[in-house]
């Protein structure tokens, strides 16, 4: 039973990471942050640092997670270990 609540807190910190992005292309698509011409205002501002800040709590979380149940482990290759010299005979 662990097994599966640590999949859907993986899942759920995946789904509640992607929520603010759709609030960020939000404000996008309405219009109170615009690229050209370049304006916005500071609701659209503040609003979007607030979700993107949520966003990355969330996957960070999501990160430390998959890390913790080793589903990352492609991504850190282990280098040989060089082989032990024999320590020199004191003489």
Known sequence: MRPM???LCLVLC?????VPLLGVAWIF???MITVVPPSATVDG????????MLSACFFLNAY???RDQGLLNFL???EAAPGKTPPA???
Do not use: D, T
Not at 14 to 18: A, E, H, M
Not at 45 to 52: D, K, T, V, Y
């Open 45 to 52: 501002l503040f609003m979007s640092l607030i979700l993107l």
């Open 89 to 91: 005979k004191a003489s």
């Open 76 to 78: 850190h290759k282990k």
């Open 5 to 7: 609540i640590l999949v």
């Open 29 to 31: 698509a309405s219009g």
């Open 14 to 18: 995946l789904v509640l990471g992607l």
């Open 64 to 66: 430390w997670e998959a």
